[in-house]
């Protein structure tokens, strides 16, 4: 009976400090590490690492760089990120965790540490799909669905599309924030996953946007981090030029030898043995 209650006393601080979490471990995890030292680690790198405010908003455009506020309005740049966003509907644009400075990548990817129901693991994404974008021009946003390719310790779960608010309030404020979506993760009950992308670099020429990023995850797993990433689409903002057709010149107007050629064109035999190709005809080349 004195061994009950001792086992007891001894229980129920163990439960305290361990929390809810305790009753989703095996009892040889409890065993080897009781208190789950390895998940607080985890919890502690995600606290690190405070999203940054972006102190300007860097535009390039024509090979220059300058601050949004002093090179251009603010319906601007909303017009040049519509212009990019739509330019890049349907397609897919890669992610890099990048230098804030330099704007040079560092890795092909972002990725963000987390806990998979006792296991430490990393998230990663290193790319995201634009499936659709429409605008509202009353606010200066653009509703976007995306597609973000997840992976955690070389496993690539099933996850929803995300719908994402891309909004440009003033000339310091440009912000990408989702309602966030679901990934299945673990055998049991779903992850809820948001994103909230803070901008401070446009890069109209070559299609970059670049800021700071915070990933949080919330259910069977979770945790979450930030820092700073590159956007990379595949099409710029700079409208494709139009092919104008040639107008049509009268015979008249034609110069003597493109007269000639056509009329040699026209009176030389034609081939019958040539298949037909829909309504184009493939003629043979004379050889010289």
């Keep these: ?25 095996s009892v040889q995890d409890v065993l080897n590490d009781p208190f789950d030292r390895e998940a607080m680690m985890v919890k502690r790198r995600v606290h690190m690492a405070p999203l940054q405010m972006p102190r300007n908003i860097v535009v390039c455009r024509n090979k220059q760089c300058a601050p949004l506020k002093l090179s251009m309005s603010k ?81 690539v779960p099933d996850c929803t599309p995300d719908k994402t608010l891309f909004f440009v309030k003033n000339s310091e404020n440009i912000v990408m924030e989702d309602h966030g979506y679901q990934c299945k993760m673990t055998t049991i009950g779903t992850t809820a996953i948001k994103h909230l992308f803070l901008v401070d670099y446009i890069d109209l020429d070559y299609g970059f946007i670049g800021g700071y ?5 919330s259910g069977p797993a979770y945790g979450g981090g930030s820092g700073y990433m590159l956007l990379r689409l595949n099409d710029t903002a700079t409208a494709p030029k139009a092919v104008l057709p040639l107008p ?24 019958t043995d040539t298949p037909d190709k829909g309504d184009v005809k493939v003629f043979p080349i004379e050889k010289k």
């Design 213 to 217: 990023y915070s990933i949080g995850l």
């Design 75 to 155: 319906e601007y740049i909303y017009n040049s990120l519509v212009q990019l966003l739509q330019n890049n509907n349907n397609q897919k644009a890669l992610l890099c965790a990048a230098d804030a400075g330099s704007h040079n990548c560092y890795a092909h990817y972002v990725s963000v540490p987390i806990t998979v129901g006792i296991t430490p693991a990393y998230m990663y994404i290193d790319s995201v799909k634009i499936s659709d974008v429409s605008i509202n021009k009353t606010t200066r946003s653009v509703n976007l669905w995306l597609n973000y390719n997840v992976s955690y310790n070389g496993q």
């Design 248 to 271: 049509k010149m009268e015979d008249e107007q034609r110069p003597s030898s493109v007269k000639a050629k056509i009329k040699e064109y026209l009176a030389a035999p034609k081939n």
């Design 1 to 25: 009976m004195s061994r009950l209650k001792f086992f007891t006393v001894l229980i129920f601080p163990l439960l305290a400090l361990c929390g809810c979490h305790f009753w989703n471990r």
